[in-house]
Nanobody
Framework: QVQLVESGGGLVQAGGSLRLSCAAS????????MGWFRQAPGKEREFVAA???????YYADSVKGRFIISRANAKNTVYLQMNSLKPEDTAVYYC?????????????????WGQGTQVTVSS
């Protein structure tokens, strides 16, 4: 069983930055694709960013140029650096692990999920 624990959320003013971390309790972390999703109140969970084992990265259009996903395999950790935050970025952010491979844009691809961390951006 893989456990994912997110941290780094909080309250920030528009234009500010936050860095989210997601620590995984699994030795084969380096072989997984990892993704970040978010869910705002009353909305569906949506793709934010993902990184494959190779280091290839993918971003939603809404965050491209502002967010950066990275991973530290030696620490079993994936990060999401969020810059130039906007009020519309307010949501619960979840990290997820994809064991079997598939389209990294869809929630159904991912096998394990963290509990989420709240990000609130004030205007």
């Amino acid at each position: 069983q893989v456990q994912l624990v997110e941290s780094g959320g909080g309250l920030v003013q528009a234009g500010g930055s936050l860095r989210l971390s997601c620590a995984a309790s699994v030795r084969t972390f380096s072989t997984y694709a990892m993704g970040w999703f978010r869910q705002a109140p009353g909305k569906e969970r949506e793709f934010v960013a993902a990184i494959r084992w190779s280091g290839s990265t993918y971003y939603a259009d809404s965050v491209k140029g502002r967010f950066i996903i990275s991973r530290a395999n030696a620490k079993n950790t994936v990060y999401l650096q969020m810059n130039s935050l906007k009020p519309e970025d307010t949501a619960v952010y979840y990290c997820a692990a994809d064991v079997g491979g598939g389209s990294i844009y869809y929630t159904s691809t991912y096998d394990y999920w963290g509990q989420g961390t709240q990000v609130t951006v004030s205007s």
